[in-house]
């Protein structure tokens, strides 16, 4: 098991930062691969970005690329989401996710935090 707990979501507006944060419980958090995930009201789950076991291999989705940035410390089990220029479009609930695979969608990743309401305001 390993227990997620994501925070950091709030209300923002547009062109604005915010740092997401996904704490993990237990002593093998760095053996999985962490994936950010985002739902919107009406939409699937979609694919933000993924990050290594050790940090050193990251992919994004094309819609968040050069906006997004994943990091990770391994020290602390916890994986973060920096979010810059944000847009009305990236208004969803995030999760963090793991995986001990490398996947871009949901079915790859066992374990799930709650999730955290991140709004853009026009």
């Known amino acids: 098991q390993v227990p997620l707990v994501e925070s950091g979501g709030g209300l923002v507006q547009a062109g604005g930062s915010l740092r997401l944060s996904c704490a993990a419980s237990?002593?093998?958090?760095?053996?999985?691969?962490m994936g950010w995930f985002r739902q919107a009201p009406g939409k699937e789950r979609e694919f933000v970005a993924i990050?290594?076991?050790?940090?050193?291999?990251?992919n994004y989705a094309n819609s968040v690329k050069g906006r997004f940035t994943i990091s990770r410390h391994n020290a602390e089990n916890t994986v973060y989401l920096q979010m810059n220029s944000l847009k009305p479009e990236d208004t969803a609930v995030y999760y963090c996710?793991?995986?001990?695979?490398?996947?871009?969608?949901?079915?790859?990743?066992?374990?799930w935090g709650q999730g955290t309401q991140v709004t853009v305001s026009s």
């Open positions: 996710a793991a995986s001990t695979g490398w996947g871009y969608s949901a079915p790859f990743y066992t374990y």
């Open positions: 237990g002593r093998t958090f760095s053996n999985y691969n």
């Open positions: 990050i290594g076991w050790s940090g050193g291999n990251t």
